[in-house]
């Protein structure tokens, strides 16, 4: 189950930073697109932390 939430926080991860750019270059509203770059490095800093292994994942691997 944590993995399957962990795709679809890096499928948010990327609609938000396609999003934003485009926002941002299309000459929309910058604003609202750099929040939303802002919002996809949040998300993608908690993908990366939740996916670090543990010390005791590493010495005893989940069968």
């Known amino acids: 189950m944590a993995n399957l939430?962990?795709?679809i926080a890096m499928l948010a991860v990327f609609a938000?930073?396609?999003g934003g750019l485009w926002l941002i270059i299309k000459g929309?509203?910058?604003k609202q697109g750099s929040l939303m770059l802002v919002a996809?490095?949040?998300l993608l800093?908690?993908?990366l932390i939740w996916s670090i292994p543990t010390k005791?994942?590493?010495t005893?691997?989940?069968s």
Request: net charge neutral.
């Open 16 to 18: 938000l930073t396609g």
């Open 56 to 58: 005791t994942e590493i």
């Open 40 to 42: 996809a490095a949040v």
């Open 5 to 7: 939430l962990l795709a």
């Open 45 to 47: 800093a908690n993908v």
């Open 28 to 30: 929309g509203n910058k």
């Open 60 to 62: 005893n691997p989940p």
